[in-house]
């Protein structure tokens, strides 16, 4: 059964950038997609992007484009969510998700990234 | 803005019923499979319905799916206190190439 664990807590300063790795056990990433959602203080739900492991293909929700980058490690069945120019708006929880259409069925544990100068 | 629209907010008595709906458009709805999720604070979501009306193994049968057209809906029979939560519903939007959420429904059992 595969488990998604996620990388620590971070704080960042504005203008920095915060890279969130997620990392698969109990089973390689298959032909999943791995997708990038996030959660802002008082905030629903919100896709950021995907990428399926096996092709290297990403998707990315347009409000990010050009300030997020999905990458995946077969080797070591990780993936990584880069997010650059942070505001303040972008403090979330930012959760890794597997899916094959887009039912989100194991999710990582959740890393806060808090951005405050 | 959400792409998909729910209500904000619903409530009713534990033991009733309730309908979510969300409601979306040929590109993303009208295409493709809607997923929905509970989400209780401090918590990770949790996958409810897969596939338009799936359920995963776990998932108790008082919750259940279903789509026509642009609209799907979630409902909840035999409220449980427990049930209170956000739910959303999410899929695939083939105009944005992008996956979308629903705003969310917080559910109140009064």
């Known amino acids: 059964q595969l488990q998604l664990v996620q990388s620590g807590a971070e704080v960042k300063k504005p203008g920095s950038s915060v890279k969130v790795s997620c990392k698969a056990s109990?089973?390689?990433?298959?032909?999943?997609?791995i997708n990038w959602v996030r959660q802002a203080p008082g905030q629903g739900l919100e896709w950021m992007g995907n990428?399926?492991?096996?092709?290297?293909?990403?998707n990315y929700a347009r409000r990010f484009q050009g300030r997020v980058t999905i990458t995946a490690d077969e080797s070591t069945v990780t993936a990584y969510m880069d997010l650059s120019g942070l505001r303040s708006g972008d403090t979330a929880v930012y959760y890794c998700?597997?899916?094959?259409?887009?039912?989100?069925?194991?999710w990582g544990q959740g890393t806060t990234v808090i951005v405050s100068s | 803005q959400s792409v998909l629209t729910q209500p904000p907010s619903m409530s009713a008595a534990p033991g009733q019923m309730v309908t979510i709906s969300c409601f979306g458009s040929?590109?993303?709805?009208?295409?493709?499979?809607v997923s929905w999720y509970q989400h209780l604070p401090g918590t990770v979501p949790k996958l409810l319905i897969y596939?338009?009306?799936g359920r995963p193994s776990g998932i108790p049968g008082r919750f259940s799916g279903s789509k026509s057209g642009t609209s799907a809906t979630l409902d909840i029979t035999g409220l449980q206190t427990g049930d209170e939560a956000d739910y959303y519903c999410?899929?695939?939007?083939?105009?944005?190439?992008?996956?979308?959420f629903g705003g969310g429904t917080r559910l109140t059992v009064l």
């Open positions: 998700a597997k899916s094959i259409t887009m039912a989100l069925d194991v």
């Open positions: 109990g089973d390689s990433f298959g032909s999943y997609s």
């Open positions: 990428i399926i492991p096996v092709f290297g293909t990403t």
């Open positions: 040929d590109s993303n709805i009208g295409s493709n499979y």
């Open positions: 596939d338009d009306n």
């Open positions: 999410a899929t695939w939007d083939n105009s944005l190439s992008a996956g979308v």
